[in-house]
T-cell receptor, first 113, second 114 residues
Framework: KAGVTQTPRYLIKTRGQQVTLSCSPI?????VSWYQQTPGQGLQFLFE???????NKGNFPGRFSGRQFSNSRSEMNVSTLELGDSALYLC????????????FGPGTRLTVT | AQSVTQLGSHVSVSEGALVLLRCNYS??????LFWYVQYPNQGLQLLLK??????LVKGINGFEAEFKKSETSFHLTKPSAHMSDAAEYFC????????????FGSGTKLNVKP
């Protein structure tokens, strides 16, 4: 079974631009979560989508948004990029089962200059 | 909200020595607990998980962890370190009523000396 895939793997953007990252979950997984990983803040939860609805949200500004499609693929968007948005963005998918683990993709490395 | 504390951002052991990585969580209700490993430029890989079954959990690559409710701990151990174990390790918890929202510790980088 194919794992979680994320595209693109690397991205360089300029301050003020916007960016869209894509995530394809493991087949059969309907929950998709997004995390931001930085050296200073570690792994922080951005949001979770299930059946095309945002079900959980972390403490990030409204510039960070996401969506999920009917095939469970998800995208996240960051508008008006800031230098501090430079990070590894990880997507994880999971079954809708309590105690079930999340499976992570390789991440998208975003650099904002 | 949950919080997870990993004591020691860097741990160094010799090859063949015991590995002990510490994790404490804050919750009055035992949550679900996980250990993940991350190699450079990769995503996170699940090592093991605790979901209120046996308190001693065995995972991949010879790792195991023991859930101790009285100490709110879930420390990760491996009897004999290999060079290939050098990576960053993350402890994570999820709530029983919000189980797809994970809270991660700050991570522990394990260095294995030859």
């Amino acid at each position: 079974k194919a794992g979680v895939t994320q595209t693109p793997r690397y991205l360089i953007k300029t301050r003020g631009q916007q960016v869209t990252l894509s995530c394809s979950p493991i087949s059969g997984h309907r929950s998709v979560s997004w995390y931001q990983q930085t050296p200073g803040q570690g792994l922080q939860f951005l949001f979770e989508y299930f059946s095309e609805t945002q079900r959980n949200k972390g403490n990030f500004p409204g510039r960070f948004s996401g969506r999920q499609f009917s095939n469970s693929r998800s995208e996240m968007n960051v508008s008006t990029l800031e230098l501090g948005d430079s990070a590894l963005y990880l997507c994880a998918s999971s079954l809708e089962l309590a105690g079930y683990e999340q499976y992570f993709g390789p991440g998208t490395r975003l650099t904002v200059t | 909200a949950q919080s997870v504390t990993q004591l020691g951002s860097h741990v160094s052991v010799s090859e063949g020595a015991l590995v002990l990585l510490r994790c404490n969580y804050s919750s009055s209700v035992p949550p679900y607990l996980f250990w993940y490993v991350q190699y450079p430029n990769q995503g996170l890989q699940l090592l093991l998980k605790y979901t209120s079954a046996a308190t001693l959990v065995k995972g991949i690559n010879g790792f195991e962890a023991e859930f101790k409710k009285s100490e709110t701990s879930f420390h990760l151990t491996k009897p004999s370190a290999h060079m290939s174990d050098a990576a960053e390790y993350f402890c994570a918890v999820s709530e029983k009523n919000n189980f797809n929202k994970f809270y991660f510790g700050s991570g522990t980088k394990l260095n294995v000396k030859p």
